[in-house]
Nanobody
């Protein structure tokens, strides 16, 4: 059974850091592009970052460039999102997802989704 499980969320003060993990099972993760998405209350789900399976290219939405970094460990079947210099506007439920094509931040292209992990950035 295909499964993606996010972890690592929590409460952090502005300027702090968190590292999110996305553990995959039931499929070969290194054959898929993996994306991180987030959704704040009352807002649309937003693409944050993705990493390609074949060439390792990464993409970030403008609001997180220079602050977030995506990486993968194929041996552990896990993708990470390192989040630094966190801002209150980063508060959201963060989801990881997998697609069989090219890395993209388009929500509709992703085939498999995790359940999400809550990130709260507040003083």
């Amino acid at each position: 059974q295909v499964q993606l499980v996010e972890s690592g969320g929590g409460l952090v003060q502005p300027g702090g850091s968190l590292r999110l993990s996305c553990a995959a099972s039931g499929f070969i993760l290194d054959h898929y592009a993996i994306g991180w998405f987030r959704q704040a209350p009352g807002k649309e789900r937003e693409g944050v970052s993705c990493i390609s399976a074949s060439d390792g290219r990464t993409y970030y939405t403008d609001s997180v460039k220079g602050r977030f970094a995506i990486s993968r460990d194929n041996a552990k079947n896990t993708v990470y999102l390192q989040m630094n210099s966190l801002k209150p506007e980063d508060t959201a439920v963060y989801y990881c997802a997998a697609e069989q094509g090219v890395c993209t931040l388009m929500v509709a292209r992703y085939l498999y989704w995790g359940q999400g992990t809550q990130v709260n950035v507040s003083s």
